[in-house]
């Protein structure tokens, strides 16, 4: 199948957030406002149909808005601000766009919406202003209610119902400020 389709889609957020503090516990709520539209031109339609001429071209817009919340609650296990070894976990909820090529015009653009969440430790530790150690472990989920795969015999992304992704990662940044950083991860 030969597609020739122009294929836009935007993405444009704000963030708001509030912060609480009390001696070694730190929690951040928020949330951030999504808007997504998409745009598809498809330029390769018929010229004629039963009617007669027509023009080969067919735009289709679609827009949609999510809120989407958000919450981090951090616990410094030690106290020396020289060197920090804190545990952290996020919760929140995502939203991914559509295919802008399956959606039809003045369409509300469906989201596919995901939960994910993220637990881990960090440790910080820095020695005078010569070199700074920031290490990160951690794990996380995300489950995606309607995600989208690519299909190359369709040439283009179809759904493929519900997804869940597991995973760890792990992290480590060794700095001189001002100067030099290098960053490894896993």
């Given amino acids: 199948t030969v597609f020739d389709t122009a294929r836009s889609t935007t993405q444009a957020g704000a963030y708001v957030a509030a912060i609480g503090r009390v001696p070694r516990v730190t929690l951040r709520a928020g949330a951030r406002v999504a808007a997504f539209t998409s745009s598809a031109t498809?330029?390769?339609?018929?010229?004629?149909?039963?009617?007669?001429e027509r023009v080969p071209r067919q735009t289709a817009d679609a827009?949609?808005?999510a809120v989407l919340p958000r919450g981090t609650l951090t616990v410094a296990l030690t106290a020396a601000e020289a060197s920090r070894l804190d545990w952290t976990t996020s919760v929140g909820l995502g939203a991914r766009s559509s295919d802008a090529q399956a959606l039809s015009d003045g369409e509300d653009a469906p989201f596919a919406r995901s939960i994910t969440s993220e637990t881990g430790l960090r440790s910080r530790a820095r020695l005078g202003d010569l070199l700074s150690v920031d290490g990160r472990l951690g794990a996380f989920w995300t489950r995606v209610d309607r995600d989208l795969l690519f299909d190359p015999e369709a040439g283009r992304n179809v759904p493929v119902g519900a997804t869940q992704r597991y995973g760890a990662f792990l992290s480590l940044q060794l700095a001189v400020p001002r100067?030099?950083?290098?960053l490894g991860s896993f």
């Fill in 42 to 52: 498809d330029r390769n339609l018929p010229t004629v149909d039963r009617e007669g």
């Fill in 63 to 65: 827009f949609g808005i």
């Fill in 179 to 182: 100067w030099f950083e290098l």
